[in-house]
Nanobody
Framework: QVQLVESGGGLVQPGGSLRLSCAAS????????MSWYRQAPGKERELVAT???????????NYADSVKGRFTISRDNAKNTMYLQMTSLKPEDTAVYYC???????????WGQGTQVTVSS
């Protein structure tokens, strides 16, 4: 059974930091490109950051403009876990954060259940 489980969310003051984790099970983690998405109340889900699989020829990370320089995505294949280090948090970062795994061949897509991040004083 495939599972992606997020953790690390919570309440933090503006300017603070949090580290989110996404633990995967039931998949060959290294073959999946992994992403963080977020969805704020009343808004559509948006892509925050992506990190490539480590089985391809090219390794990359991509970020939404709104988080560049503040967020860092990483992965530890030995632990089947992806991370999102968030710094200089702003109230507009408040959202439910979801992790997603995608493998192209054969196509497989999995989502986690989400973790709430609230940035407020």
């Amino acid at each position: 059974q495939v599972q992606l489980v997020e953790s690390g969310g919570g309440l933090v003051q503006p300017g603070g930091s949090l580290r989110l984790s996404c633990a995967a099970s039931g998949v060959t983690f290294s073959s999946y490109a992994m992403s963080w998405y977020r969805q704020a109340p009343g808004k559509e889900r948006e892509l925050v950051a992506t990190i490539s699989s480590t089985t391809g020829s090219t390794n990359y990370t991509n970020y939404a403009d709104s988080v560049k320089g503040r967020f860092t995505i990483s992965r530890d294949n030995a632990k089947n876990t992806m991370y999102l280090q968030m710094t200089s948090l702003k109230p507009e970062d408040t959202a439910v954060y979801y992790c997603k795994g995608i493998r192209v061949r054969p196509l497989s897509v999995y989502w986690g259940q989400g973790t709430q991040v609230t940035v407020s004083s």
